[in-house]
């Protein structure tokens, strides 16, 4: 592993729950101080951070934000913002699916 591997290489972050716990649906999706921020309802289920969200790829939820306030977490029906720690690919009306860490 050269010198670079040891800072650039990027943690993967899998799914270790089978059953989802929620879903999420996308209205939008913001890139803020290298975070990406996925604005959203989520529609079923409750949402924690640390919880893992699931699409096209995986990644962690971070922190969530209603009303631009930090929140412990997202109950059915709450239109949220989840900053993720890396990236997924998604587009507006993807529906994506809630794992537990």
């Known amino acids: 592993m050269g ?3 040891r800072f650039f290489r990027k943690e993967r972050v899998e799914v270790v729950s089978k059953k989802p716990v929620g879903k999420f649906k996308v209205e ?8 990406q921020v996925i604005i ?3 529609l079923e ?3 924690y951070s640390g919880y893992k969200l699931k699409g096209r790829g995986v ?3 971070r922190e969530i934000q209603k009303d631009r306030k930090k929140v412990d977490f997202a ?3 709450d239109r949220v913002g989840l900053v993720l720690e890396g ?3 998604v587009e ?3 529906i994506l699916e809630v794992y537990q860490a």
């Open 92 to 94: 507006e009306g993807d």
């Open 40 to 42: 959203g309802e989520v």
């Open 75 to 77: 109950l059915e029906y």
């Open 59 to 61: 990644a962690l939820i």
């Open 87 to 89: 990236t997924l690919s």
């Open 45 to 47: 289920g409750v949402i």
């Open 3 to 5: 010198i670079f591997d």
């Open 28 to 35: 939008g999706v913001l890139n803020i101080l290298g975070k």
